[in-house]
């Protein structure tokens, strides 16, 4: 009986989510996305394990090519979520209801981009691989772990429930974040003689901490307007441990660097 209840139950869950998303890879069942997931977990643990005797991994062309691709990559499904919400003059900027039947070009063009900004998370997990490889584990905290598995499980639900509506708005503002932060990190990339032009870094921080209110202003004024998803209270919690956790970061950061400014100052 309880083998049967949950093979119904797995079967029920496969069978949900938005008709448009349902179909496309790795959407339908959630045993990719657990799976990716755990992959990523245990190279977290063992990797840098491995690493431990063996010299760190320098690839500097390799990283600059990541990095440029993510940025051309960020700008493209920046611009996609863009011109399939504000240049569709029939859509709702802050409360627009999601319509299974509706398979225009621009909505269908909306789900394909939410599908591509769930798989983009996919891939960054390299984050974490070339970290790994290149024994930065001090690059591998909580919050950075935190931040890559939570966001493939929350795109993974994005896209088989939402995929459109209201949700399309932090995507877009996630993209416009990560098209300067893969330039930060492929300028970086090319040595210690570009940190003098690379100060923005604790603003980057900032502009971080400034979205994820934007993004909670936004869906609690789309669940004040009716435009009601069990989706958008998960996902605005998630960006409240966010603010919290990047908060954390960016004062245990740079606090003690500006008591140390005005020190030298004194």
Partial sequence: MVFQGLVESYNNLLNSGDARSNELPFVRSPVYVICAVICYLVMVIVGPRLMEKRDAFQFRGLLIGYNFTSVILSIYMM?????????????????????EKDQSELTMGLVNAHWLYFFSKVIEFLDTFFFVLRKKNNQISFLHVYHHCSMLVLQWMLVKYVPGGASYFGPLCNCFIHTLMYAYYMLSAFGPHMQKYLWWKRYLTRMQMVQFVILMVHMWHALSRGCYHWYYPIASFFVFTLLFLFAKFYYSSYSGESRKDVRKKD
């Fill in 79 to 99: 611009w996609e979520f863009f011109r399939c919400s504000f240049l569709n003059p029939n859509f709702n900027l802050f409360c627009e209801v999601i319509n």
